[in-house]
């Protein structure tokens, strides 16, 4: 769980908040050069994140991979293609999933 003044991040309310910021790595994808690739998400588009690493700055298409995002002390993984949204339509489309 990641807790802020206004928010909480949870296992289960993931796919519905913004990923800009949290710390993610590559666990499964379609190109074996991604896997393991891990850093800083610091920007996304409908179908790419770019993270931050050590190397620069990578995109890895959401389509093709699987992703493990670090909430403190928790792992989460998040296959790609459910979260294939614009960020702010992805959470506007998941959050009714999430309270309904």
């Known amino acids: 769980m990641l807790k802020g003044e206004n928010y909480c991040i949870t296992a289960e309310n993931i796919r519905a908040h913004e990923m800009i910021g949290l710390n993610a790595k590559v666990i499964g994808s379609a ?12 920007d996304e588009t409908r179908n790419t994140f770019v993270i931050e690493s050590r190397g620069g700055e990578k995109i890895v298409p959401k ?13 989460v993984k998040v296959d790609g293609r459910e979260i294939l949204y614009r960020p702010e339509a992805r959470t506007k489309a998941l959050w009714r999933n999430v309270n309904a």
């Open 31 to 42: 190109e074996r050069s991604r896997l393991g690739l891990s850093g800083k998400i610091v």
């Open 63 to 75: 389509a093709e991979a699987v992703f493990e995002f670090e909430l403190g002390k928790e792992k």
